[in-house]
């Protein structure tokens, strides 16, 4: 089981995500353990300030650093397996080789920054600085989802499929072959017929074509960062010269 601990200046945020789908189910099974914490319940004064004013002047308001260590020390477990992680457009950026990390430890404790960001000592008390990407969001409580949602759905047993997670963009670095179901034709666009054949080897290959033709299209700085096969390279170069024949 996996323990996930959020520290926020606003835990509402969370309630409806939390019973929904399939973080609702993953609770359900005990596969993991949600827990919001507000953060201004650590905060020293009588007026639970969570904020002041910069050192230096400037815009905005900086979180106080005593009500994130006191939060992160309270609910961080002393047991090998834990990591801290601070939602922040200066971290790293997370893809799915860190969500697949995660989901491996015991415990993940989340910090949901705000305003202009963490007073720079809570940072001697984080492992990581994540973000989401190269965008500014009101606080990390929505950064803290994306991360929440995608690290659970890697747990083993949460999924109803074991194999799904294996078969998602981004899981071997290509994105997805494209998908279908019933009915078979709709307004005139019809279901490839190679996936009606049950010829699974063909189907097989479709796929790993159609994965490496869309990441080309979509996504080619994802091809630099795989190993691929001899035919995977051909494919590749007779996609390339038919969509440029001068190459």
């Given amino acids: 089981m996996v323990r996930f601990d959020i520290l926020t200046l606003f835990p509402n945020m969370f309630s409806s995500p939390l019973n929904e789908s399939i973080l609702k189910r993953a609770q359900q099974k005990g596969l993991v353990e949600i827990k919001v914490h507000d953060l201004r319940d650590f905060s020293s004064d009588k007026h639970h300030t969570a904020d002041d004013y910069p050192y230096g002047g400037g815009r905005g308001m900086v979180m106080k650093p005593e009500l994130i260590i006191k939060g992160i020390e309270k609910v961080t ?3 090998e397996g834990s990591r801290v992680i601070l939602m922040t457009p200066q971290g790293k950026r997370f893809d799915h080789a ?3 990390k995660l989901s491996w430890l015991s415990q993940i404790v989340i910090i949901c920054g705000r305003y202009e960001g963490v007073d720079e000592r809570v940072r001697k008390y984080v492992d ?3 973000s989401i990407g190269d965008y500014i969001l ?3 409580e929505l950064a803290a989802m994306v991360l929440l949602d995608t690290v659970t759905r890697l747990i083993p047993g949460v999924l109803g499929n074991p194999g799904s997670p294996e ?3 981004f899981s071997n670095r290509l994105l997805e072959y494209p998908q ?3 009915p078979r034709k709709y307004r005139g666009l019809e279901v490839p017929e190679v996936l009606l054949s049950g010829n699974h080897g063909e189907i097989k290959r479709w796929r790993r074509m159609q ?3 869309r990441t080309l299209e979509r996504r080619p700085d994802l091809l630099e960062q795989i190993d691929l096969s001899d035919e995977d390279l051909s494919l590749l170069s007779e996609m390339r010269k038919e969509s440029d024949p001068s190459k």
Avoid: Q, V
């Fill in 77 to 79: 477990s002393p047991i």
């Fill in 98 to 100: 860190y969500a697949l």
């Fill in 128 to 130: 990581d600085e994540i």
């Fill in 138 to 140: 009101s606080g990390g």
């Fill in 167 to 169: 078969d998602e963009s």
């Fill in 180 to 182: 279908y179901t019933r």
């Fill in 211 to 213: 994965s490496l033709k």
